[in-house]
């Protein structure tokens, strides 16, 4: 399973744009990558999932480069609300979704 | 999607004797999974349980240590064993949906606390 890489956090403030790029040089070609976003006390919540280009839903939008090394989710117009943990998974759906959860990405929006 | 409940929420156990978490599916689903998250961690997959067969375990967890059920395509059960306080974590079930299984969904947790 291809390894990811984000950053430990990042602050933003409401009303505001924010982006999360998530490294993952050794992805293979069968591999997906998915965003997952969690509050405390509850369980991981699917955000969005993509193979290549740009993928958008009502939530979020995913972008990825033509090599798929590195993708990034976008969160428009973030609230108090949005602030959880992201992650970034990478893994063949094939292989039945055994997915590996990388160390997140904890998100504060201030007021 | 699928609403997946667990129980306990949350218990205080002593050292040495076992919990069992229920893990209860409103729809029928092919594969789910069994994760644990140690205070402020990433989530690590215990094992994964599909119904007609053994669990299968990852790297660092035993059957014997964290047995499994899988009765049918709705229940499920992971059994903490001869607990200690380094089982102290947040258990989660999770199931896949999705045309090709490509999203999980999961209950919101067990928090586990051995004393």
């Known amino acids: 399973l291809a390894k990811t890489t984000q950053p430990i956090s990042m602050d933003s403030y409401e009303g505001q744009e924010v982006n999360i790029t998530c490294s993952h040089n050794?992805?293979?070609?069968?591999?997906?990558i998915t965003w997952y976003q969690q509050f405390p006390s509850q369980g991981p919540r699917f955000i969005i999932q993509g193979y290549k280009t740009k993928v958008t839903n009502e939530v979020a939008s995913l972008f990825i480069p033509a090599d798929r090394k590195s993708s990034t989710l976008s969160l428009p117009r973030v609230s108090l609300s949005d602030t959880a943990v992201y992650y970034c998974l990478v893994g063949d759906r094939a292989a039945g979704n055994k997915l590996t959860f990388g160390g997140g990405t904890r998100v504060l929006v201030k007021p | 999607s699928a609403v997946i409940s667990q129980k306990p929420s949350r218990d205080i156990c002593q050292r040495g004797t076992s919990l069992t978490i229920q893990c209860q599916v409103d729809?029928?689903?092919?594969?789910m999974f069994w994760y644990r998250q140690q205070p402020g961690q990433s989530l690590t997959l215990i094992a994964t349980?599909?119904?007609?067969?053994?669990?299968?375990?990852e790297s660092g967890f035993v059957i014997d240590k964290f047995p499994i059920s899988r009765p049918n395509l709705t229940f499920s059960t992971l059994t903490v064993s001869n607990m200690s306080p380094e089982d102290s974590s947040i258990y989660l079930c999770s199931v896949a949906e999705g045309t090709t299984n490509e999203k999980l969904f999961f209950g919101s947790g067990t928090q586990l606390s051995v004393l």
């Open positions: 349980a599909n119904q007609g067969s053994e669990a299968t375990y």
């Open positions: 050794n992805i293979a070609t069968n591999d997906y």
């Open positions: 729809s029928q689903v092919t594969m």
